[in-house]
């Protein structure tokens, strides 16, 4: 263990640590912590300065019923939730695909498909935005939700695909060889022998994929624009120009719209950080 | 190799089965595109009518606007600036790698900034910054300094949109550190403390070689989202004020939609890219050494 354990230190730093650590929590999700608060609170508290002590009344209800019953907040969770979901079962299933072919077939211009997904992966959207969005529009999709789950499941591909290989590179050669000398077809291969090793990489590629969909803003500007079909990021930034100081309504939209990633990570904590940290410990 | 010849063209065809689905679309949405802006960047274009070949006109147009230096200055601002990320997501890996009754939340508390959308982000330090309602204000109150108006001043803006954006992604280095940390050989450990080492020597001789991998990591994405900062500069000040807090990402969106000119903005988008293939290159050729 580095550094030192904290019961082997001597005393004066173990009280210390102690105290340290719930500081240093606080002092940590402090902005969280404010948004949460004026997200309760009434815009007389607002007006009046009071930040930080006890809302004079709790608006929570009026608040959180306010970003649902006068705006298209509802509207735009849902948008979100249908594009998340077909991007995350589309991505997987055709990295788990690609990753099959990448980890466990020896041809030529394996290495640099393998490059390709990997360093496509890394590119800045810019480069792709004017023709993604032409051809977007061209395919009559502009303005829908096909739009954002198309470019999505194509884009994260990518990485699904270099997380697949690699996580099937593990899977020994000899049972993959052995149902060969039984005749297997290589589809058969793949649906009875691979698919069902992979499914703990499944977990952790599919929480990941959610938070970055979910997450992204750029997409949603440039391929959609009605609020019929915006996912929430574009949403609540359309909102808060309309809102303007309106701190407590901006803050609970803010919420509404942060916490189902944050539920997924809480829920799979140990998926989402198994996934995000491939290769933190080895290469 | 001598196997290759006795393949039948079916056999050598499996494998591109089951990458075509996955490939075709990787080949039309990424790969394609990249091809389409770089050409694109030497035509004048507004988006609907007809496509003018001009050759290098956008570069110079380029060169001659102060508002791309401006963004490329930017650019390099953050490049150097969310660096910070690495040392600090380090410090805090440190910090927290106890085993102390309730460390597992705490580390989960430190982490998760990361899963929430950086618009989100954006304004949760709008509201920090703001001049009139921020929490910024109250703590300068409290050392008798004046309200600073972050965002609205050209020359702190870029500095307090990093600052924000630098948040989650220290929870995001730590994580990647937190890991390392956990993978230590204990063996090597015990031996430098047998031979004296402790603190900051144990530290740069014996944990942080032993580190590389996740510091490798945690630098390669920090670079990634140094260049890749859009949504930060877009939901906090839309490039101002004036065009001060721009980068490349968002000066290339800014002219392309809401100036049309497509053929500029593929320009910029062009230079974007040719400052992240490098990173890009450099990344590939490691990895694929260790394939080797």
Redesign the interface.
């Known amino acids: 263990m580095f550094p030192t354990p904290i019961e082997k230190t001597a005393p004066w730093t173990r009280i210390s640590y102690k105290i340290a650590l719930p500081l240093s929590i606080i002092l940590w999700l402090l902005p969280l912590a404010a948004i949460l608060m004026t997200s309760v609170r009434s815009m007389g508290d607002i007006n009046a300065g009071n930040y930080w002590g006890l809302p004079t009344e709790w608006n929570i209800v009026e608040n959180y019923t306010s970003v649902f019953a006068n705006t298209a907040m509802g509207r735009y969770l849902l948008n979100s939730v249908l594009v998340t979901l077909p991007v995350m079962v589309g991505s997987v299933f055709l990295a788990t695909l690609a990753g099959f072919a990448l980890a466990k077939y020896k041809f030529r211009g394996n290495l640099a498909m393998f490059a390709l997904f990997i360093g496509g992966n890394f590119v800045p959207f810019q480069i792709l935005m004017i023709p993604v969005r032409d051809l977007t529009i061209q395919l009559g999709l502009y303005d829908s939700v096909w739009a954002l789950i198309i470019f999505h499941t194509a884009f994260q591909t990518g990485f699904c695909t270099l997380f697949m290989r690699n996580f099937i590179v593990g899977i020994p050669d000899e049972l993959i060889e052995s149902c060969r000398l039984e005749g297997a077809s290589d589809w058969k291969i793949f649906y009875s022998i691979v698919l069902p090793l992979v499914r703990p990489a499944l977990a952790a590629l599919a929480v990941l994929i959610f938070t970055f969909v979910w997450n992204d803003y750029f997409w949603a500007l440039v391929l959609v624009q009605s609020d019929e079909v915006r996912p929430v990021t574009a949403g609540i930034s359309a909102l808060r120009g309309q809102w303007l100081a309106s701190w407590n309504l901006i803050s609970a939209g803010s919420v509404v719209a942060a916490l189902p990633p944050v539920i997924l990570f809480f829920a799979m904590q140990r998926h989402f950080i198994a996934g995000l940290t491939l290769g933190a410990t080895k290469g | 190799m001598q196997k290759n010849y006795t393949q039948t063209w079916s056999q050598?065809a499996?494998?591109?089965l089951?990458?075509a689905?996955?490939?075709a679309?990787?080949l039309?949405?990424?790969?394609?595109?990249?091809i389409?802006?770089?050409s694109?960047s030497f035509y004048q274009w507004d988006g609907i009518g007809d496509k003018v070949f001009i050759g290098f006109q956008n570069y110079v147009d380029l060169y001659y606007d102060p508002q791309f230096w401006t963004s490329l200055w930017n650019n390099i601002l953050w490049l150097l600036f969310f660096m910070l990320a690495v040392p600090f997501g380090l410090g805090i890996a440190?910090?927290l790698?106890?085993?102390?009754l309730g460390i597992r939340a705490?580390k989960?508390?430190?982490?998760?900034?990361f899963?929430?959308?950086?618009?989100?982000v954006g304004?949760?330090?709008a509201?920090?910054y703001?001049p009139?309602?921020g929490?910024l204000q109250?703590i300068l109150a409290l050392f008798g300094a004046g309200p600073l108006p972050v965002l609205a001043d050209e020359a702190l803006v870029t500095y307090g949109i990093i600052a924000a954006g630098l948040?989650p992604q220290v929870a995001?280095t730590m994580?990647?550190f937190l890991?390392?940390?956990?993978?230590?050989s204990?063996e090597q450990?015990e031996a430098a403390r047998m031979d004296g080492a402790?603190g900051w020597t144990?530290?740069w001789h014996?944990?942080l070689p032993q580190l590389r991998?996740?510091t490798?990591?945690?630098i390669v994405v920090t670079i990634?989202g140094a260049?890749?900062s859009?949504?930060l500069v877009?939901?906090m000040t839309s490039g101002g004020p004036y065009g001060s807090s721009s980068v490349?990402?968002y000066f290339?969106?800014e002219q392309?939609?809401f100036n049309y000119r497509?053929g500029y903005?593929?320009a910029?988008?062009?230079v974007?890219?040719l400052i992240?293939l490098v990173?890009?290159a450099f990344?590939?050729w490691r990895?694929?050494q260790?394939?080797r």
Do not use: C, H
């Open positions: 050598r499996v494998p591109w089951f990458m689905p996955a490939l679309l990787f039309v949405y990424v790969i394609l595109p990249i389409q802006s770089i694109m440190l910090f790698n106890q085993q102390v705490v989960s508390l430190f982490f998760f900034p899963v929430i959308s950086q618009v989100i304004i949760v330090f509201w920090f703001d009139g309602y929490l109250d948040w995001y994580i990647l890991t390392g940390l956990n993978n230590l204990p450990i402790k144990m530290l014996v944990i991998p996740a490798f990591i945690a990634i260049l890749r859009f949504d877009a939901s490349l990402a290339m969106y392309a939609i497509m903005g593929a910029i988008a062009t974007l890219f992240m990173y890009i990344f590939l990895m694929l260790q394939e």
